[in-house]
Nanobody, 121 residues
Framework: VQLQASGGGLVQVGGSLRLSCVAS????????IGWFRQAPGKEHVAVSC????????YYADSVKGRFTISRDNAKNTVYLQMNGLKPEDTAVYYCNADYLDLETPVAANYWGQGTQVTVSS
């Protein structure tokens, strides 16, 4: 069971990157997915999240209008399209898969390894 985050890199201000979070060993269909980031010396914060159905999304105020989260369950992948990148977006980005069934009850939570995003000015 593994989550693999990729797509980070070095980009200039105003540039774009697309992060991918691929699951192996389990299906993402029933999981809510979140992207989090941690900049040096700063706390771990949520950037964007998407519900298991894809019908609900969340964006931190700092990325609204610039980032777009989406999911392709057929590919077992969630994406984070990042446009208009700013130096303050520089951080290690992590994806997280979260499942909760209150009736069973069953819960599961997985973290991917981070991918570095560096925005140069």
């Amino acid at each position: 069971v593994q989550l693999q985050a990729s797509g980070g890199g070095l980009v200039q201000v105003g540039g774009s990157l697309r992060l991918s979070c691929v699951a192996s060993g389990f299906t993402l269909d029933y999981y809510a997915i979140g992207w989090f980031r941690q900049a040096p010396g700063k706390e771990h914060v949520a950037v964007s999240c998407i519900s298991s159905s894809g019908s609900s999304t969340y964006y931190a105020d700092s990325v609204k209008g610039r980032f777009t989260i989406s999911r392709d369950n057929a590919k077992n992948t969630v994406y984070l399209q990042m446009n208009g990148l700013k130096p303050e977006d520089t951080a290690v980005y992590y994806c997280n898969a979260d499942y909760l069934d209150l009736e069973t009850p069953v819960a599961a939570n997985y973290w991917g390894q981070g991918t570095q995003v560096t925005v140069s000015s």
